[in-house]
């Protein structure tokens, strides 16, 4: 009877040990998801921030990731106040190596994904180069977005001067008042990029997001000059 008690304990014990021994199943989480692989040969590609990849083992192009930063894919500080020639520059040598008529000869789908890259980086050199986008983007950047209606934004003294403006625009055989109103849009543009890049670099977003709608209200009456200029 001892003897038989003996061997069901050690069988417990053993049975114990072999279990604790035993690998358990790792938990995926949200936060531990399998690294991307290459489209074209499934091989393992890090991670970019969002940047253009291509794969380190067959170097096929890698699709855009989503929402990437503006400012980083273009090598900018995450800043108003930004060095246009830096983003020309930078602009430049992402079209070269990026460009879809580099990628002609190969698979439809990597044709694809150089036309999705080359369009997002247009869209982030126009975006940063413009003033009024690049804040408005900023602004985006921290939760914050402009009204679809800004008069809220903007006082009765500045509503009238944008009225005056429009008044003159619309009036008929104004074409000697069109190079007037021209630099005086150019001129207010520019006062209110330097006070938008004074409310950004003291983080007073409120007083950028007000500026940015008069910025708006300029950039619209600048279309309608535009416009105005085109022969009929």
């Not at 083992?57 to 830096?86: I, V, W």
């Not at 008069?151 to 008044?167: R, V």
């Not at 619309?170 to 005086?184: D, H, R, S, V």
Request: proline share 8%; hydrophobic share 35%.
């Amino acid at each position: 009877m001892r003897a038989a008690l003996r061997q069901h304990l050690c069988r417990g014990r053993w049975g114990c040990r072999v279990s604790e021994a035993a690998p358990r199943p790792r938990c995926v989480g949200p936060g531990s998801a399998a690294a991307p692989r290459c489209w074209s040969c499934g091989s393992p590609v890090p991670s970019a921030g969002g940047l253009p990849r291509f794969c380190p083992a067959c170097r096929s192009l890698q699709p855009p990731g989503p929402r990437p930063d503006l400012f980083r894919l273009m090598a900018c500080d995450r800043s108003f106040r930004l060095d246009e020639q830096q983003l020309r520059r930078r602009f430049r040598s992402l079209q070269r190596a990026l460009h879809p008529d580099r990628f002609g000869q190969r698979p439809p789908k990597e044709q694809y994904y150089s036309e999705q890259h080359s369009s997002l980086i247009n869209k982030a050199y126009q975006t940063l180069l413009n003033p009024l986008s690049r804040g408005l983007y900023l602004l985006e950047l921290n939760g914050i977005q402009l009204a679809q209606e800004t008069d809220c934004d903007a006082d009765s003294e500045f509503l009238m001067e944008i009225m005056e403006i429009n008044e003159k625009l619309a009036e008929p055989n104004n074409e000697g008042n069109l190079e007037e109103i021209e630099t005086l849009i150019k001129v207010k543009q520019e006062e209110l990029t330097k006070d938008v890049t004074a409310a950004f670099e003291r983080d007073d977003l409120q007083e950028a997001k007000k500026l940015l709608a008069k910025m708006k209200y300029f950039a619209n009456l600048e279309d309608k000059l535009k416009n105005k200029k085109i022969p009929s």
